[in-house]
């Protein structure tokens, strides 16, 4: 089944969707679970994004969150595994209807992967104008590509990497 790519305006509803997901996904997580964050588009105010909720997990031990596995099937995850990047458990969430509605990305304490994505978060919160150039980057690509996910990806790709390397350069100075 192809992937609709559907940027959306910022709701308001994304930090309340956040933060009742997350309450779930700790008790399914348990005493491993360290902190979960709220990043991708829906958490930075003002700006287009797929209206899909990414968490962020950090937890004491990667590997142990393989025994979570039945847990997090129970809220109605997909269990990915690494997913394409080493460290990592990835799990997604789509509603009834069979749209995506939620991704958890799962780190360990410390990962470079949990920095950038910190990182970067900040970072579009703290500067609006890039944050509006990612938006607007992100709207042309959702016109461009409406069924194709892999190519608005991929157009994103330069950009984020650009504000990756910003964002990591403002977090040095900026503390």
Same mark, same amino acid.
């Given at each position: 089944?192809?992937?609709?790519?559907?940027?959306?305006?910022?709701?308001?509803?994304? !930090?309340?969707? *956040?933060?009742?997901? +997350? =309450?779930?996904?700790?008790?399914?997580?348990?005493?491993?679970?360290?902190? #979960?964050?709220?990043?991708?588009?829906?958490?930075?105010?003002?700006?287009?994004?797929?209206?899909?909720?990414?968490?962020?997990?950090?937890?004491?031990?990667?590997?142990?969150?393989?025994e979570q596995?039945?847990?997090?099937?129970?809220?109605?995850?997909?269990?990915?595994?690494?997913?394409?990047?080493?460290? !990592?458990?990835? *799990?997604?969430?789509? +509603? =009834?209807a069979?749209?995506?509605?939620?991704?958890?990305?799962?780190?360990? #304490?410390?990962?470079?992967?949990?920095?950038?994505?910190?990182?970067?978060?900040d970072?579009?919160?703290?500067?609006?104008d890039?944050?509006?150039?990612?938006?607007?980057?992100?709207?042309?690509?959702?016109?461009m590509?409406?069924?194709?996910?892999?190519?608005?990806?991929?157009?994103?790709?330069?950009?984020?990497?650009?504000?990756?390397q910003?964002?990591?350069?403002?977090?040095?100075?900026?503390?």
């Amino acid at each position: 089944m192809p992937f609709k790519v559907e940027v959306v305006p910022h709701n308001l509803q994304w !930090r309340d969707a *956040f933060e009742a997901e +997350s =309450q779930q996904v700790a008790e399914a997580m348990g005493e491993n679970m360290v902190a #979960i964050h709220h990043i991708g588009s829906t958490a930075i105010p003002n700006i287009y994004a797929k209206p899909i909720i990414d968490l962020l997990v950090e937890v004491k031990d990667i590997s142990r969150v393989d025994e979570q596995s039945a847990a997090m099937e129970s809220l109605g995850y997909e269990v990915m595994g690494e997913y394409g990047i080493p460290g !990592r458990r990835f *799990f997604l969430k789509n +509603s =009834q209807a069979g749209i995506r509605t939620h991704h958890i990305h799962t780190f360990e #304490i410390g990962s470079a992967q949990v920095k950038r994505h910190l990182a970067f978060r900040d970072y579009m919160i703290a500067h609006p104008d890039d944050a509006q150039q990612y938006s607007n980057l992100k709207r042309k690509l959702a016109e461009m590509y409406p069924d194709d996910i892999e190519g608005y990806m991929d157009g994103k790709d330069d950009f984020i990497k650009t504000i990756d390397q910003k964002a990591a350069e403002w977090c040095v100075f900026s503390q």
